[in-house]
C-alpha cells in the first residue's frame, strides 16, 4: 500500500531520502496510512521505490528520531500512536463550486476601492519581450552571495543571537550596515536611533501614513503617480492634491502652500521615470520650511544616473528635519525578502517602531542577520556596480532602438536613468488594445491609466521596463511592437507620393544635403545636431550639454539618401527617400513610409 501513497519526482528540489521522508509525514498526517500500522521493511520499500535501501533507512531513522515513528524490537517499524494526539481533525474542504454567501462585505468600515490595473502574467518569463519594470528575471539574483549571508545567519552563535531576541528591537548589525554602507551611498548620515527597519518600504509608507495623516491633513501627491500611495492617504480621510510632473519632476508652487505633507519620488518618479533636478529638490525643501511641511521621500528605487551623476537625496540637503527617507533593499536583492527602511527624527523613530509592534513587533530576525551579513561582507556595494552595469545596458539598448526604430511614432520623457521609460505614442493609439496584442505576439507593455488620480486624456502613454528583459532582446522587441504600432495605425502615418515636386534624387540630392547642418530631436527629448559634410562625413552631436558624438558617413544611392554612423542607430546603413519643403526636411524609408524630420540650414 504505502508504496503506491509515494511517488517520486526526479524533477523535485529535494533528495531521494527527502522526498521519501515528506510523503511519509503527509500519508501519516493526514490518515492515510493507519495509526499502529507496520511500515514495510527498510530493504522491501527500497525495492518497490527503485532506490538504494540506505536511503530509506536514513528517512526512517529521522522520522523515529521526530517522534513520527517507532521502532519496535525484532517486530519491526510502527506509525507512533501519540502522532495525531490533540488533534481534531476535518475534512479538507474544496476550492471548486460555489462560495457560500457571505455577511462580511457590509461589515467592512473602510472598503478599499482599488482601481483596475496591469496585471503582469505570472509566467511572464515564458514571454520572449517582457518590457515590464520591477520584474527581475532570476539571473539577477545573487544567489551565491545571499546563500553566504544566510548560511552565516543560520550558524549555532547567531540563531542563539537573534532567536532568543525579544520586543520590537532591529537587529543591531543590520542597523549598522544601513546607517554605514547604504545611506551614506545617497549622502545621508544618521545615527542608529534614527533607523526603522520595515516589512518592505510599503510598511514604511502605511506606518508613516498612520501616524502624520488624517481628516485635518492636505497632503501633496504627484500626478501621475503611485496608486498605492493614494490609497493610503485616501484610506485616511485626507484631502489630497494632485501636484503635476514635467521634466524635473514635482511642480513646486503655490499650491503646496496650502499643504501639510507631501509625498515624492524624486530619483526616479514612479511612474514616469524622471529625475528631480537638484534646484527642484531645493525649492521643495525652502517651500517645506516656509510652509511648516512635511516631505516623505520614497527612494526605494534609488538614483541609478546613466547620463550623469546621482544627485544627493533630499534626506540628505534637509537641514531642519523635514524629511522621512524611506527605502528598501529589494532592487539589490528581492521585492519577496522585503526588507525595508525609514530614516527620520529619534522622536518619529520612537513613535514609528510603536506603530509597527502592534502590527508585527519586528520584521523576521533571520532575514535582518542575514542581510546585515549580505552587507557587512561587500556584497551589497559590488551587486549595486553590477546591477547598474547591467541596467545601463539595457536602458542604452532600449533608447537607442527606440530613437532608431520609432522615431516617427514615439516620444519618451527626458530622463537620466533608472529602469524603465514612459513613451508616447501616436494619438490615435489605443494603448490599451495595443497592450492586449501585443501580449499576443510575446511582447509585454505596461497602460499607466492606473497611475492618474484625475481623469487624462494620455490615452496613449505606457511604459517599458528593462528590469525584466535581457539586452540581447531589447532591439527584436521594439522591432515587433514597431511593426504593431504602424499596423495599428499605419492609415493615419504620412506617405510618400510619387508625384510629390519636392521629392529629392539623384544629384539633386546630393547637391540639396551637402555642406548642410540638421536640427532636430531624440525621441527621449535630447537636442541632436547633424553635420552633412559634402566629401561624405557625418558629424553629430547630442545632448544638451554637447555630450554624446558621433561621426559617420553618407552617399546617394540611386534616389536614396544612405547614412551610416559609427556607433549611432546600431551603426548600420540606413536608406531613405528625401523631401525638403522650405526649411524642413522629410525622410521616408524603403516602403515610402514616414521616417523623421528635421531642420536643415546651410552651413
Same mark, same amino acid.
Given at each position: 500500500?504505502?508504496?503506491?501513497?509515494?511517488?517520486?519526482?526526479?524533477? =523535485?528540489?529535494?533528495?531521494?531520502?527527502?522526498? %521519501?521522508?515528506?510523503?511519509?509525514?503527509?500519508?501519516?498526517?493526514?490518515?492515510?496510512? *493507519?495509526?499502529?500500522?507496520?511500515?514495510?521493511?527498510?530493504?522491501?520499500?527500497?525495492?518497490?521505490?527503485?532506490?538504494?535501501?540506505?536511503?530509506?533507512?536514513?528517512?526512517?531513522?529521522?522520522?523515529?528520531?521526530?517522534?513520527?515513528?517507532?521502532?519496535?524490537?525484532?517486530?519491526?517499524?510502527?506509525?507512533?500512536?501519540?502522532?495525531?494526539?490533540?488533534?481534531?481533525?476535518?475534512?479538507?474542504?474544496?476550492?471548486?463550486?460555489?462560495?457560500? *454567501? =457571505?455577511?462580511?462585505?457590509?461589515?467592512?468600515?473602510?472598503?478599499?476601492? %482599488?482601481?483596475?490595473?496591469?496585471?503582469?502574467?505570472?509566467?511572464?518569463?515564458?514571454?520572449?519581450? *517582457?518590457?515590464?519594470?520591477?520584474?527581475?528575471?532570476?539571473?539577477?539574483?545573487?544567489?551565491?552571495?545571499?546563500?553566504?549571508?544566510?548560511?552565516?545567519?543560520?550558524?549555532?552563535?547567531?540563531?542563539?543571537?537573534?532567536?532568543?531576541?525579544?520586543?520590537?528591537?532591529?537587529?543591531?548589525?543590520?542597523? @549598522?550596515?544601513?546607517?554605514?554602507?547604504?545611506?551614506?551611498?545617497?549622502?545621508?548620515?544618521?545615527?542608529?536611533?534614527?533607523?526603522?527597519?520595515?516589512?518592505?518600504?510599503?510598511?514604511?509608507?502605511?506606518?508613516?501614513?498612520?501616524?502624520?495623516?488624517?481628516?485635518?491633513?492636505?497632503?501633496?501627491?504627484?500626478?501621475?503617480?503611485?496608486? @498605492?500611495?493614494?490609497?493610503?492617504?485616501?484610506?485616511?480621510?485626507?484631502?489630497?492634491?494632485?501636484?503635476?510632473?514635467?521634466?524635473?519632476?514635482?511642480?513646486?508652487?503655490?499650491?503646496?502652500?496650502?499643504?501639510?505633507?507631501?509625498?515624492?519620488?524624486?530619483?526616479?518618479?514612479?511612474?514616469?521615470?524622471?529625475?528631480?533636478?537638484?534646484?527642484?529638490?531645493?525649492?521643495?525643501?525652502?517651500?517645506?520650511?516656509?510652509?511648516?511641511?512635511?516631505?516623505? @521621500?520614497?527612494?526605494?528605487?534609488?538614483? =541609478?544616473?546613466?547620463?550623469?551623476?546621482?544627485? *544627493?537625496?533630499?534626506?540628505?540637503?534637509?537641514?531642519?528635519?523635514?524629511?522621512?527617507?524611506?527605502? =528598501?533593499?529589494?532592487?539589490?536583492?528581492?521585492?519577496?525578502?522585503?526588507?525595508?527602511?525609514?530614516?527620520?527624527?529619534?522622536?518619529? %523613530?520612537?513613535?514609528?517602531?510603536?506603530?509597527?509592534?502592534?502590527?508585527?513587533?519586528?520584521?523576521?530576525?533571520?532575514?535582518?542577520?542575514?542581510?546585515?551579513?549580505?552587507?557587512?561582507?561587500?556584497?551589497?556595494?559590488?551587486?549595486?556596480?553590477?546591477?547598474?552595469?547591467?541596467?545601463?545596458?539595457?536602458?542604452?539598448?532600449?533608447?537607442?532602438?527606440?530613437?532608431?526604430?520609432?522615431?516617427?511614432?514615439?516620444?519618451?520623457?527626458?530622463?537620466?536613468?533608472?529602469?524603465?521609460?514612459?513613451?508616447?505614442?501616436?494619438?490615435?493609439?489605443?494603448?490599451?488594445?495595443?497592450?492586449?496584442?501585443?501580449?499576443?505576439?510575446?511582447?509585454?507593455?505596461?497602460?499607466?491609466?492606473?497611475?492618474?488620480?484625475?481623469?487624462?486624456?494620455?490615452?496613449?502613454?505606457?511604459?517599458?521596463?528593462?528590469?525584466?528583459?535581457?539586452?540581447?532582446?531589447?532591439?527584436?522587441?521594439?522591432?515587433?511592437?514597431?511593426?504593431? %504600432?504602424?499596423?495599428?495605425?499605419?492609415?493615419?502615418?504620412?506617405?510618400?507620393?510619387?508625384?510629390?515636386?519636392?521629392?529629392?534624387?539623384?544629384?539633386?540630392?546630393?547637391?540639396?544635403?551637402?555642406?548642410?547642418?540638421?536640427?532636430?530631436?531624440?525621441?527621449?527629448?535630447?537636442?541632436?545636431?547633424?553635420?552633412?559634410?559634402?566629401?561624405?562625413?557625418?558629424?553629430?552631436?547630442?545632448?544638451?550639454?554637447?555630450?554624446?558624438?558621433?561621426?559617420?558617413?553618407?552617399?546617394?544611392?540611386?534616389?536614396?539618401?544612405?547614412?551610416?554612423?559609427?556607433?549611432?542607430?546600431?551603426?548600420?546603413?540606413?536608406?531613405?527617400?528625401?523631401?525638403?519643403?522650405?526649411?524642413?526636411?522629410?525622410?521616408?524609408?524603403? @516602403?515610402?513610409?514616414?521616417?523623421?524630420?528635421?531642420?536643415?540650414?546651410?552651413?
Amino acid at each position: 500500500m504505502l508504496e503506491t501513497l509515494i511517488i517520486l519526482d526526479e524533477d =523535485s528540489d529535494l533528495n531521494l531520502q527527502g522526498q %521519501i521522508r515528506q510523503k511519509l509525514v503527509e500519508v501519516i498526517l493526514s490518515g492515510l496510512f *493507519p495509526v499502529g500500522q507496520r511500515l514495510p521493511s527498510s530493504r522491501k520499500l527500497a525495492d518497490q521505490l527503485g532506490v538504494a535501501r540506505n536511503t530509506v533507512v536514513l528517512a526512517y531513522q529521522q522520522l523515529t528520531d521526530e517522534g513520527y515513528l517507532l521502532s519496535r524490537e525484532r517486530s519491526g517499524i510502527y506509525v507512533n500512536e501519540d502522532v495525531l494526539l490533540d488533534r481534531v481533525d476535518c475534512e479538507l474542504r474544496n476550492d471548486s463550486g460555489p462560495p457560500k *454567501p =457571505s455577511h462580511w462585505a457590509r461589515r467592512f468600515k473602510a472598503p478599499l476601492q %482599488i482601481p483596475a490595473h496591469y496585471e503582469c502574467p505570472p509566467n511572464w518569463q515564458q514571454y520572449p519581450y *517582457p518590457f515590464i519594470d520591477g520584474q527581475f528575471d532570476y539571473s539577477l539574483f545573487p544567489t551565491p552571495e545571499w546563500r553566504e549571508a544566510t548560511r552565516l545567519a543560520l550558524g549555532v552563535r547567531e540563531i542563539n543571537e537573534w532567536a532568543c531576541q525579544s520586543g520590537d528591537a532591529d537587529d543591531p548589525l543590520l542597523i @549598522e550596515q544601513i546607517r554605514t554602507k547604504v545611506l551614506p551611498r545617497r549622502g545621508i548620515n544618521a545615527r542608529t536611533d534614527e533607523i526603522l527597519v520595515t516589512i518592505g518600504s510599503q510598511q514604511a509608507l502605511y506606518i508613516l501614513a498612520q501616524m502624520l495623516v488624517d481628516q485635518t491633513v492636505s497632503v501633496a501627491v504627484e500626478e501621475p503617480g503611485h496608486p @498605492e500611495m493614494r490609497q493610503l492617504i485616501a484610506r485616511q480621510g485626507a484631502a489630497m492634491r494632485h501636484q503635476p510632473v514635467d521634466d524635473e519632476g514635482m511642480v513646486v508652487d503655490d499650491r503646496l502652500k496650502q499643504c501639510q505633507l507631501a509625498v515624492v519620488t524624486p530619483s526616479h518618479q514612479m511612474p514616469t521615470a524622471v529625475t528631480m533636478s537638484l534646484a527642484r529638490r531645493h525649492a521643495l525643501l525652502e517651500m517645506a520650511e516656509l510652509t511648516d511641511m512635511i516631505v516623505i @521621500e520614497d527612494d526605494s528605487d534609488s538614483e =541609478s544616473n546613466f547620463l550623469g551623476n546621482p544627485h *544627493p537625496a533630499l534626506k540628505s540637503l534637509d537641514e531642519n528635519e523635514r524629511v522621512v527617507y524611506v527605502s =528598501s533593499l529589494s532592487k539589490i536583492l528581492s521585492s519577496s525578502l522585503r526588507i525595508g527602511f525609514m530614516v527620520g527624527p529619534a522622536d518619529l %523613530i520612537r513613535e514609528a517602531r510603536n506603530l509597527r509592534r502592534l502590527m508585527v513587533k519586528s520584521p523576521a530576525a533571520n532575514n535582518q542577520r542575514a542581510a546585515a551579513f549580505f552587507l557587512s561582507l561587500g556584497h551589497y556595494d559590488s551587486i549595486m556596480r553590477k546591477l547598474n552595469q547591467e541596467f545601463r545596458k539595457r536602458w542604452v539598448a532600449l533608447q537607442d532602438s527606440l530613437n532608431y526604430l520609432m522615431p516617427n511614432f514615439v516620444l519618451t520623457i527626458p530622463n537620466e536613468g533608472g529602469t524603465a521609460y514612459w513613451v508616447k505614442g501616436p494619438k490615435e493609439l489605443d494603448v490599451q488594445y495595443l497592450a492586449n496584442e501585443a501580449a499576443r505576439r510575446g511582447i509585454l507593455i505596461e497602460p499607466v491609466d492606473y497611475y492618474f488620480a484625475t481623469p487624462t486624456e494620455q490615452k496613449n502613454c505606457f511604459r517599458l521596463g528593462v528590469t525584466s528583459i535581457s539586452a540581447e532582446k531589447i532591439r527584436e522587441g521594439i522591432e515587433a511592437l514597431a511593426k504593431l %504600432i504602424q499596423d495599428l495605425v499605419g492609415g493615419k502615418i504620412a506617405r510618400l507620393h510619387n508625384d510629390d515636386a519636392n521629392w529629392l534624387k539623384g544629384q539633386d540630392l546630393k547637391a540639396a544635403v551637402s555642406d548642410t547642418q540638421l536640427l532636430y530631436q531624440t525621441v527621449y527629448g535630447q537636442p541632436l545636431s547633424v553635420l552633412i559634410h559634402a566629401d561624405g562625413r557625418l558629424t553629430g552631436t547630442a545632448g544638451y550639454a554637447n555630450e554624446e558624438n558621433d561621426t559617420g558617413r553618407w552617399w546617394v544611392e540611386g534616389d536614396l539618401w544612405v547614412r551610416q554612423w559609427d556607433n549611432w542607430a546600431f551603426a548600420e546603413e540606413v536608406k531613405l527617400y528625401t523631401v525638403i519643403e522650405g526649411n524642413t526636411i522629410k525622410w521616408f524609408n524603403t @516602403e515610402k513610409v514616414f521616417f523623421n524630420r528635421a531642420v536643415i540650414q546651410t552651413i
